[in-house]
C-alpha cells in the first residue's frame, strides 16, 4: 500500500522543488556552460524499477580531456573544481528530479548503479531493484560512496525490506546533515566508488 502513497509523494514533491528550485537549477545551467560548455546535463543510462534501463539525468561534472590516442583521461583527472562542488554539494543530482516525476526514480531508494553491474549480481542482491532507485537513500546515510560495497548492498537490502514512511523521513532528514556536512562523497582512492568486480554467484546462474 505504501508504494502507492510513495508514489504520489514523489510526484508531488519532485514537483514543487522543480518550480522552486528553478532559480538555482537555471543558475547552474548557465554556470556550467561556461565552465564546461555544451552538454551542461550529463545523460547516463541506469537500471530502475525490475531492472528496466532508464536515461538519468545529472549537471555534468567533468571534462572531455583526453590522451594523446584520443582516449578519455580518468575520472580523477577530469573532474574540475566547479565539478568536485557540485559532487560535494550534492547539486549535481539536482536534474533527477526530472527523473522522479516521469517516474523513473524516487526521492528515496537505493541508488541506480551503472548497467555494466547488471549481470554480476547475486540474487539477494539483484532485489535492490525491487523498488525504484533514489536520489538518496538508506546506503548514503550510512557512509555514500565511503563504505565497502558489501555494507552498500547490506543497506540497500534492508531498505527494500523494511521500506516505510518513517525510514523514508528519517533517510532524508540524515541527508540534509550528509549534504551540508559534505562526508562520504568518495572512495579512499577514487573519485566516487570503486568499479564492482562481481561475486562468485552471478543472476541467472
Given amino acids: 500500500m505504501y508504494k502507492y502513497i510513495k508514489r504520489l509523494i514523489d510526484i508531488i514533491a519532485s514537483l514543487f522543488f522543480l518550480i522552486v528550485l528553478t532559480p538555482l537549477l537555471l543558475f547552474l ?15 547516463q543510462k541506469r537500471p530502475g524499477l525490475d531492472g528496466k534501463i532508464f536515461r538519468m539525468f545529472k ?8 590522451n594523446s590516442d584520443g582516449e578519455l583521461l580518468d575520472d580523477k583527472f577530469r573532474v574540475t573544481r ?8 550534492s547539486f549535481d543530482e539536482l536534474p533527477e ?3 522522479v516525476l516521469k517516474g523513473d526514480m524516487s526521492l528515496v531508494g537505493p541508488r541506480p548503479l551503472l548497467v555494466k553491474y547488471l549481470p554480476l549480481y547475486n540474487e539477494e542482491q539483484f532485489k535492490r531493484h525491487n523498488v525504484r532507485p533514489g536520489i538518496t537513500g538508506y546506503s548514503q546515510v550510512n557512509g555514500r560512496n565511503s563504505i565497502t560495497w558489501e555494507d552498500r548492498f547490506k543497506h540497500d537490502l534492508y531498505y527494500v525490506e523494511n ?3 518513517a525510514l523514508d523521513i528519517r533517510i532524508l532528514l540524515k541527508t ?7 562526508s562520504g562523497v568518495s572512495q579512499e582512492g577514487h573519485v566516487t566508488m570503486g568499479t564492482f568486480k562481481g561475486n562468485n554467484s552471478k543472476v541467472g546462474d
Avoid: Q
Wanted: aromatic share 16%; net charge positive; glycine share 6%.
Fill in 163 to 165: 521500506m516505510s514512511f
Fill in 29 to 43: 545551467t548557465v554556470l556550467g556552460y561556461f565552465k564546461l560548455g555544451k552538454p551542461v546535463i550529463f545523460v
Fill in 82 to 89: 566547479y565539478g568536485d562542488f557540485l559532487r560535494r554539494s
Fill in 176 to 182: 540534509v546533515v550528509r549534504v551540508i556536512s559534505r
Fill in 97 to 99: 528530479l526530472i527523473n
Fill in 59 to 66: 549537471f555534468r561534472t567533468m571534462n572531455n580531456e583526453r
